[in-house]
Nanobody
Framework: VQLQASGGGLVQAGGSLRLSCAAS????????MGWFRQAPGKERDFVAD????????YYADSVKGRFTISRDNAKNTVYLQMNSLKPEDTAVYYC????????????????WGQGTQLTVSS
């Protein structure tokens, strides 16, 4: 599966934004999907994950209650709705397909998209 993330931009603290990740190929619904983020000089960190049918989601503590991951298998797209944004959310956001067991581990994912930049101003 090939992934293309979009929707990033510049937003003020407290604002909202929705990221999209479009997948090509017929096997999108076979994968759990995850969002990660990477700030300059830092490691790529887990943000959120959703199961193949969307029935199960998991979030990093830092975004729980503010971010919502969802998916539309008919559109081959996974979303990340981000509310109450903070300057510390500034990063490049990546989507990826989960092939491993551990939802929070980078090593469990493949087919990383190119990333989309989110900048939150204070």
């Amino acid at each position: 599966v090939q992934l293309q993330a979009s929707g990033g931009g510049l937003v003020q603290a407290g604002g909202s934004l929705r990221l999209s990740c479009a997948a090509s190929g017929r096997t999108f619904s076979s994968y759990g999907m995850g969002w990660f983020r990477q700030a300059p000089g830092k490691e790529r960190d887990f943000v959120a994950d959703i199961s193949r049918n969307g029935g199960s989601t998991y979030y990093a503590d830092s975004v729980k209650g503010r971010f919502t991951i969802s998916r539309d298998n008919a559109k081959n797209t996974v979303y990340l709705q981000m509310n109450s944004l903070k300057p510390e959310d500034t990063a490049v956001y990546y989507c990826a397909a989960r092939v491993g067991y551990t939802r929070v581990s980078v090593a469990s994912y493949e087919s990383w998209g190119q990333g989309t930049q989110l900048t939150v101003s204070s």
